[in-house]
């Protein structure tokens, strides 16, 4: 057989190859998806876009499909602010039509921007704008407060430590080995983050621990901390940051330390008991480590109406609004489900970074219809709007809230 027909035959059959590859395998346009929505968003928003992402693709009277890139909060809030493109591949998640088999646990698919870059629709903040930069948002941008964030500590399973207080935690990432706090006295084995991520951030206000001054080894990405914490060849000595979006998905590997803030007189977990899910702490207060999300869109400085609708949609949805057309999917399901708060569960409040707690009543509560998400619900079911089935109260959600 000649060279030339043995190569002609090599390539129908990698064509061949390549036809009988499933689509989620290859490469795509992103601006083919079906509704694309381009985001720039904190790592620790991970879970959150392959949730949401899947549940946006498979919504049946509105599509979307969220094509994401992840980066430090205050590199979003600069590219938002200043119109800086992604480049590069970006990601996002197949339909069920597309892929029945993937799951959360599966890795994200590409697709591929056009030459030049693109501008994002939507970036997302995990802590205040405020922490990052004292620029207001130009008249091209909006912002929208969403889902509460909490950060937790956490050590290798095989450590023995259980709690650590604000001082402790002050001694030890502000002076590393010098703090002589034990067991935390190696440099080398205190896992931060940079100085533009939001986990630092928001534990450097909550222990008075400017960003700039972190001993410790500091990593880009969160799996980075949780490699670092999962194969630390002195796991007592061992101890990271994390936002509880990741933390929670690795509890058989890792242990959150319960925290005792400034003041305080107990130490507490985000949870009402380290096996729990239910963020009762960071609710009521106990628990101050945390963040509301920060989701900003590109809007007419006219009009204030976004540039792209597709994109107020998927944020009208990250907060729980109701949107036109309606999902097929509770939000707070979506919300709850990879370890945030969503604002109408919240019952306490603060103003900037590591500030002062106050009270809450949000507008339109929903802590039933949390509380059914991420334990048990002791709340009336009901079915209908405003008073639907309920005696008293208000049909929200599937459940009646007291208001």
């Known amino acids: ?52 992402g899947r549940k946006l693709r498979d919504n049946v009277g509105n599509p979307v499909t969220l094509v994401f890139t992840t980066s430090g909060s205050c590199t979003n809030i600069e590219a938002m602010y200043t119109d800086v493109k992604v480049t590069g591949n970006m990601q996002y998640v197949p339909s069920t039509a597309e892929d029945a088999a993937w799951t959360t646990a599966s890795p994200t698919l590409t697709c ?62 502000g002076f590393g080995t010098a703090g002589m706090v034990q067991p935390w006295v190696d440099e080398a084995q205190l896992f931060i983050r940079t100085v533009t991520k939001s986990t630092l951030l928001a534990w450097g206000a909550n222990i008075s621990v400017p960003a700039a001054k972190w001993k410790g080894m500091a990593f880009d990405k969160s799996t980075e901390v949780v490699s670092a914490l999962q194969n630390s060849p002195t796991p007592e000595k061992a101890i990271g940051i994390l936002g509880v979006e990741v933390y929670d998905k690795l509890r058989s590997t890792l242990t959150s330390l319960a925290f005792r803030a400034f003041k305080q007189f107990a130490a507490y977990y985000p949870d009402s008991t380290s096996t729990a899910f239910d963020k009762a702490n960071v609710r009521d207060g106990h628990y101050t480590v945390w963040s509301p999300t920060i989701w900003m869109t590109r809007v007419n400085a006219g009009t204030g109406m976004a540039n792209n609708p597709q994109a107020k949609y998927v944020i009208d949805v990250l907060l729980g609004l109701t949107v036109a057309p309606a999902t097929n999917f509770d939000s707070i399901d979506v919300v709850a489900g990879v370890g945030l708060v969503p604002d109408c569960a919240m019952k306490v409040t603060r103003t900037f970074e590591g500030g002062k707690l106050s009270l809450y009543a949000p507008t339109e509560p929903c802590g039933c219809k949390y509380d059914s998400a991420v334990a048990t619900s002791s709340c009336t079911a009901c079915t209908g709007t405003g008073q639907g089935t309920c005696s008293t109260g208000v049909c929200r959600h599937g459940f009646c809230e007291a208001r």
Request: aromatic share 6%; glycine share 4%; charged share 10%.
């Open 112 to 173: 591929a921007l056009p030459t030049g870059g693109q501008l994002t629709d939507i970036a997302n903040s995990a802590v205040f704008n405020s922490a990052c930069t004292s620029t207001p948002a130009p008249a091209t941008v909006k912002l929208f407060q969403g889902p509460v964030q909490a950060y937790v500590m956490a050590v290798p399973k095989a450590s023995s430590q259980t709690a650590i207080t604000a001082e402790e935690a002050y001694f030890t990432f």
């Open 1 to 52: 057989m000649s060279m030339a027909r043995t190569c002609a035959l090599s390539v129908a059959a990698l064509t061949g190859l390549a036809a009988l590859q499933p689509a989620a395998a290859r490469a795509a346009d992103c601006s083919t998806l079906p509704n694309p929505v381009y985001l720039q968003v904190g790592d620790t928003q991970l879970n959150l876009m392959k949730s949401l």
